[in-house]
């Protein structure tokens, strides 16, 4: 098999906000193909239904992210391998040891009990909206607020601390900062963090997921510092964002969005569909493995020691579902790669599932009318590594 020409990868100058980098679709059109990062490493651009569960779940992969392909140069490097904790980074036992214990916090009834608060942080904000009146950005006013709210709560920092943990928690999120700024800021939050461990040790509590680590887990205070830490960025602008795309999506598709205002007790199913569709249409290459051994992937052989980068616009693939290029909120459910697969398959899912559903339940239910105040092409985008999304949405109702 001869090697295809190394391309640079497309990541900006998407032709719609809601679509992919431009020549992105093109490039991967006839499967594998290697491409090259900013930061001057190349991967292998995975992006068939089979080919992303495939690496995803391969043991001849490994998740270390130790000199990968990034959209970051030199110095801007967020969190990496050297950080304890990192489990996003960590392969077989290690990795286990660090998940095992943080995956009972995520269990089904736990995220059960926390729905009644998700509804109660969401009503506030939209009380708070509506009360300013329009026109208001959905995204300062909703999307970044909600999210981070919810992991306070999971996290079980109390109340008094929740304005000081929101408040370092929107600075530490902040794009672009350097890697001095963000360990500044890390330490900062971790301050808050440490009160919080405190108070859980005195008080042997494990209702939380701060309270079951301090309490139940052999872990130190690196690594329980950085679990929490993690927990904050994983879920915070993932979620955030995502809420703002799936309204931006709805927005573009009335017909669609009728049918989540017809019945919204569908919303689980409706969210599994959004996340499928959306994901897949403006996923570039994004998540990073790097084979231990030769591996032969979608007809091409990945060598030891190269980076094989998924692309979730496999969510788009026939083999996933029929007419999958289609945004169909009447569609059932389908195993979808919009949370990962895999050992590093999504730990907060069902919480962000949770979130979402209520989130796009009780918008529209309160703001029957809501309706963009400008175009959606002249919103304006922001790029990561992983996470894309608007940094405003300007609604009226
Ligand atoms: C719409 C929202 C979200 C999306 C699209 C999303 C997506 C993903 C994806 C694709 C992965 C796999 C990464 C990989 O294989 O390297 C992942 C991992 C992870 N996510 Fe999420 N996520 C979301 C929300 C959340 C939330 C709310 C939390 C927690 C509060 C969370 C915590 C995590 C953690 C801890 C991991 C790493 C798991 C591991 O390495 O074992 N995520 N997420």
Request: hydrophobic letters at 40%; one cysteine or more.
């Amino acid at each position: 098999m001869t090697e295809a020409a190394v391309c640079p990868v497309p990541h900006e100058n998407r032709t719609h906000p809601l679509g992919a980098p431009a020549g992105f679709e093109e490039a991967i059109s006839d499967g594998p193909v290697k491409m090259i990062w900013p930061n001057g490493v190349e991967g292998w651009v995975i992006s068939s239904y089979a080919g992303v569960r495939q690496v995803l779940s391969d043991k001849r992969f490994s998740a270390s992210r130790d000199g990968a392909p990034t959209m970051r140069t030199e110095g801007e490097t967020v969190i990496d391998d050297s950080v304890p904790g990192n489990m996003n980074a960590m392969d077989g036992e290690e990795h286990l040891r660090l998940r095992r214990p943080l995956s009972r916090g995520f269990m089904v009834k736990r995220m059960a009990e926390m729905r009644p608060l998700i509804q109660k942080i969401v009503d506030e904000h939209l009380d708070e909206m509506e009360r300013k009146g329009a026109p208001a950005d959905l995204v300062s006013s909703v999307c970044l607020p909600v999210p981070s709210l919810v992991i306070a709560e999971l996290l079980g920092v109390p109340h008094e601390y929740q304005a000081l943990f929101q408040a370092t928690a929107k600075e530490l999120l902040g794009k672009n900062g350097s890697k001095d700024e963000y360990e500044a800021k890390a330490a900062e939050l971790g301050a808050v963090i440490g009160k919080v461990v405190a108070e859980k040790k005195a008080s042997g509590d494990t209702g939380d997921m701060i309270g079951l680590m301090v309490n139940e887990t052999d872990f130190d205070m690196d690594e329980l510092m950085m679990l929490a830490i993690g927990l904050l960025v994983a879920g915070h602008e993932t979620t955030s964002n995502f809420f703002g795309l799936f309204t931006l999506t709805l927005f573009e598709r009335p017909d669609q969005l009728e049918i989540l205002k017809r019945d919204p007790s569908r919303a689980d199913v409706i969210v599994e569909e959004l996340m499928r569709y959306t994901i897949g249409r403006l996923s570039g290459a994004g998540i990073q493995r790097k084979a231990i051994e030769d591996v032969e992937v979608d007809g091409v052989t990945i060598k030891a020691g190269e980076w094989a980068v998924i692309s979730l616009h496999a969510n788009l693939d026939e083999e996933l579902c029929p007419r999958a290029g289609e945004l169909d909120l009447e569609r059932k459910a389908v195993s979808h790669l919009g949370f990962g697969f895999g050992p590093h398959q999504c730990l907060g899912a069902n919480l962000a599932r949770a979130e979402l559903q209520i989130l796009l339940q009780s918008l529209f239910r309160r703001f029957p009318n809501i309706r963009p105040a400008v175009p959606v092409t002249e919103m304006s985008f922001r790029e990561d590594m992983i996470t894309y999304g608007a940094s405003a949405i300007p609604v009226v109702w």
